[in-house]
Every structure is written in C-alpha cells, then in structure tokens.
C-alpha cells in the first residue's frame, strides 16, 4: 500500500465523535481546575496555623513559568497558555489572601492595564495611579496588596525607590514578565512591589540595591554598564544622583569600587528587594 493510500486516521473520526473528545477533554480539565482548588483549600488552613500575610510567592511563581514554557508543546501559542496560567495563579493567591494592585499608569496608561490584566486577571481589583511614588505609598499602608511600577527611567519621576528603604519598607519582590520574548502581549518591564514577604519565598537571583551618590556623570554610567543595570536621576546637588541597580551574580562593594574609580563618591547604599532571574525565550522558540 503507498503512502497516498493509507487510511486517515483522522479521517475515520466523524465531526460528531470529534466533538464529543473536546467535550471531554474540557470537562476533565475543569475538574482538575477544581481539584487544584481543593488543594488550595487545604494549603489555606496550613498556612493559617503557620504564617499571615500575602500569599504572593515570587520565587514559586517565576519557577512554575519557566516549566510551564519548558513543556509546552502543539498548535496552542505560548502566549495563550501564559495568560491562562497567569490568571489562574494570581487567582488562586488572591482566593488564599485578598489583594489588590496598584498600578502606575505615568509611563502609557494602555500598556500598564494591559500587562497588569495578562499578569493578574480581572478577579483581582486593580487600582490606577499616577506615580511610582503614589504606588509605593498605597502598598505600604496596605495588608497585602501587590504594585507596578515601569522597571525603566520615567521622564521627570523622581527617585521613588528611596521608599523601599527601611527593614518595614515595601521591597521589589519581582519583575515582569516572568518569561521575556520579542513578540509578548505584555512586554512591559515592570517592578512588582510588596510589603516583605516571607523570607523562604522571596527570589534573590537579582538583588536591587538603592544607591545614592556625589559627582555623577556620563563616565560614570559607562562605568557601571557592564557590571549592572541602573536607573539613575537627579538627587541633591547638581551632581547628585538616586541609582537603583539590578545586580546578578555580583557583589555591591564592586558597584561601589566601580563608582570610586569612576570619581563618584557614594553616600549611602541600601538593599531594597530582589528577584528571579530573567527568563528569555528565543523567537521561535
């Protein structure tokens, strides 16, 4: 028999019989949404012997992403099975702790609601700023609500990581998108901002250091390039500048040697948060 012969298979499947499989499949995923549910119910009465507060777990969170992609497969596009992993994750933390997120609408209105429903969903209440600064201050007077504020300079924005200074101070805890590719639906670099969370779940692959300094200068910025990422702006005299740096795999005394070499004269230096490591598929991937 050649192979212009051969029976399809598929073709031995009427439309009927075709249905009826998508109909079960669709009910055997939603009894295993249900069953997760379940889980979450027992999850919430341990925790609540053991722990209070958010049940945001960034360093969880950002590990289930990049399986998620590892093992992904088919006809269905990543972006798809992304966002509905990223609703039903924030979902299920919001059912264990009611939050909300504040978000900073000052760098495009469009794309910040855009990334906060891919990352958060509709079940989560959002609530809209203007102002990094504005978002820290709501998530510091809250129990457990979650911010977003752009991880990229903003014209006229002043130094609004200055807040998260401070062991009680809110701390970056995440950055988004969890899996980073060229052609994302929420593209938005995006700091997640939190009341601190439990040691155990915190990411530290990337720590993020506020640093303040003297004698600032384009010099000095190429200095610091291949040794960090950094926002900078002004602060205090006309050579002052706030850095808020992203440090991987490195240690902060070699920022601050780097600085020193560079004339930049450091005034104060404080940890203000951390999370995982970026996480970049390839196109085509």
């Not at 609601?113 to 989560?124: I, K, L, N």
């Amino acid at each position: 028999m050649t192979e212009a012969s051969k029976p399809n298979e598929g073709a031995s499947r009427s439309l009927a019989d075709l249905r009826s499989e998508i109909d079960r499949v669709d009910e055997a995923i939603h009894a295993l949404i249900v069953e997760r549910g379940e889980t979450i119910q027992e999850l919430i009465a341990i925790k609540r012997t053991q722990e209070s507060g958010s049940a945001f777990r960034p360093a969880r969170e950002a590990e289930m992403m990049r399986r998620l992609v590892q093992r992904h497969r088919g006809m269905l596009p990543l972006d798809t099975i992304e966002s509905i992993w990223r609703v039903m994750i924030a979902t299920f933390t919001y059912v264990q702790a009611p939050y909300c997120v504040h978000a900073d609408l000052s760098i495009s209105d469009a794309l910040m609601r855009d990334s906060a429903r891919f990352h958060f969903g509709f079940t989560v209440p959002l609530i809209t700023h203007v102002g990094a600064s504005a978002v820290v201050l709501a998530v510091a007077a809250s129990k457990g609500d979650l911010g977003l504020v752009p991880a990229s300079a903003v014209a006229g924005t002043g130094p609004w990581w200055a807040a998260l200074e401070g062991d009680k101070a809110p701390k970056i805890i995440a950055r988004l998108p969890f899996v980073e590719r060229s052609d994302h639906p929420a593209s938005l670099p995006l700091f997640v901002i939190s009341r601190p969370v439990v040691k155990d779940a915190a990411a530290h692959d990337v720590e993020c250091w506020s640093i303040k300094v003297s004698g600032w200068s384009a010099a000095a910025a190429r200095s610091l390039s291949p040794l960090a990422d950094a926002l900078a702006v002004p602060d205090g005299a006309f050579d002052g500048a706030a850095l808020l740096v992203s440090l991987a795999g490195r240690k902060i005394t070699e920022v601050t040697d780097a600085l020193d070499a560079a004339g930049v004269s450091v005034r104060s230096s404080a940890l203000v948060g951390g999370h995982a490591n970026r996480y970049t598929v390839s196109p085509g991937a």
